[in-house]
């Protein structure tokens, strides 16, 4: 399988190489609202899946449905994240004053960004996949490997406290604008 034994280069990492550079991208903007906003877990995340993608690459190659894959794996990968015993001990701060700013995830504003963060990694995963990726509900319980009555479940939980956030921060960024509710 190499195709130069001098470099050590194999077709294999070729095309992992080529699968990164074409990819990449759309995986971090898929983990950054998988993470809602949180560009450094984002940035871990991606890490982590492309890790393990490497690992199985050649059950990655025989995929039926390669996009499917990728979305599980990025998926566990955030699950994973979360049950590190470090996570829980770690406290997030606001933004720090010296920080450029932060990039606006394609047109999703602070107050989504916060609603969606303080949902669970899974319902976040099933909103994000269905209204922001706009899969159906069989890809997104594939994606999730769970039932589709979950991804609905969910879904419906995720939408109604996501309303009930937004409906909330109305309000506050009403005021800050200067105009009355």
């Given amino acids: 399988m190499r195709r130069d034994s001098g470099s050590g280069v194999t077709e ?3 095309q992992f190489h080529d699968f990164v550079v074409g990819r990449r991208p759309r995986l971090l903007h898929t983990a950054t609202l998988l993470t809602a906003g949180d560009t450094h877990l984002a940035e871990d995340l991606v890490q982590a899946a492309l890790t393990k993608l490497y690992v ?3 059950a990655f190659r025989r995929a039926s449905n390669p996009d499917a894959y990728v979305r599980r794996v990025l998926v566990n990968a955030l699950i994973d ?3 590190r015993v470090w996570r829980r001990r770690e406290k997030p701060m606001a933004e720090l004053p010296d920080v450029a700013g932060a990039a606006d995830t394609d047109g999703v504003g602070d107050a989504v960004q916060q609603a969606l963060r303080d949902l669970p990694p899974r319902m976040r995963a099933a909103v994000v996949f269905r209204y922001f990726y706009d899969l159906g509900v069989a890809e997104t319980a594939d994606a999730l490997n769970c039932s589709e009555g979950n991804v609905k479940s969910q879904t419906a939980r995720g939408l109604e406290r996501l ?3 937004l409906d909330s921060a109305q309000p506050t960024f009403l ?3 200067g ?3």
Avoid: F, H, I, L
Wanted: aromatic fraction near 6%; avoid cysteine; glycine fraction near 0%.
């Fill in 56 to 58: 199985a690459w050649p």
């Fill in 175 to 177: 005021s800050s604008q």
């Fill in 163 to 165: 309303r009930a956030a």
């Fill in 179 to 181: 105009a009355t509710r």
């Fill in 81 to 83: 994240e979360r049950r």
């Fill in 12 to 14: 294999r990492d070729e």
